[in-house]
């Protein structure tokens, strides 16, 4: 069965590195997703993705994130320069569309320390 | 816009035990729901879903979830857990006017005693 994978699965970084996630779709899948969970907090919603564009992004993904789809397989999160605030488990996703109906397959997951 | 709220954080039961968690949403408007369930040291997948018709849904694994309206919920029941089911269980929405984006509640801790 296609899986959503991510890589590292644990990222440990010092507050001011870029750090870049990786995320590897389902292979016919158009629609991209990036979420994050802080230790203790809800899953939350950071930016959608397709066709090489930002579709939606939420207040937290502000100008220190950005996501690019660099050679049609990988899918990255790239925080330019982390916080204390930043660590946190990141989930990738991918549709097959944009439909609200379709079921949103979610990667493992990275937990991303920032010491 | 949306919000979601899981109203128990840790439920610890024995095996054949009937569980129910609870999920209420805010939203006026047309919502679809979701639960999904997270194994131990695995990925979000998804349990069940409900977008309209019968509101009583039945998913995978044994559970079913029914959606009331009037109450803004969409609970999570099956009637026998097994030690299997140890997982962390999260109820989330989109709306059509949101988009495809995921709305989550907290999560529930599940811990089933053999």
């Known amino acids: 069965e296609p899986e959503v994978t991510q890589t590292p699965s644990h990222q440990v970084t010092q507050m001011g590195q870029e750090v870049i996630l990786r995320c590897v779709p389902i292979?016919?899948?158009?629609?991209f997703y990036w979420y994050r969970q802080i230790l203790g907090q809800k899953v939350e919603f950071l930016v959608s993705?397709?066709?090489?564009?930002?579709?939606?992004k939420s207040e937290i993904f502000d100008d220190q994130f950005s996501v690019e789809r660099p050679d049609g397989s990988n899918f990255t999160l790239k925080i330019r320069s982390t916080k204390l605030e930043d660590s946190a488990m990141y989930f990738c996703?991918?549709?097959?569309?944009?439909?609200?109906?379709?079921?949103?397959?979610f990667g493992p997951g990275t937990r991303l320390t920032v010491l | 816009a949306q919000s979601v709220s899981q109203h128990n954080h840790h439920v610890i039961l024995s095996e054949a035990a009937s569980l129910e968690l609870g999920c209420n949403y805010s939203?006026?408007?047309?919502?679809?729901l979701f639960w999904y369930v997270q194994y131990p040291g695995q990925h979000l997948q998804l349990l069940l879903k409900?977008?309209?018709?019968?509101?009583l849904v039945k998913g995978i694994k044994g559970f079913e979830a029914e959606f009331i309206k009037s109450k803004f919920s969409f609970n999570l029941r099956k009637p026998s857990v097994q030690w299997s089911d140890t997982a962390e269980y999260f109820c989330?929405?989109?709306?059509?006017?949101?988009?495809?984006?995921?709305?989550f509640g907290g999560g529930t801790r599940v811990l089933v005693k053999p």
């Open positions: 996703a991918s549709t097959l569309s944009g439909s609200p109906y379709n079921e949103q397959f």
């Open positions: 292979s016919n899948h158009l629609y």
């Open positions: 993705f397709y066709n090489n564009e930002i579709s939606e």
């Open positions: 939203y006026g408007g047309t919502v679809n």
């Open positions: 409900y977008f309209s018709g019968d509101p």
């Open positions: 989330a929405v989109n709306t059509q006017a949101a988009g495809n984006k995921l709305t």
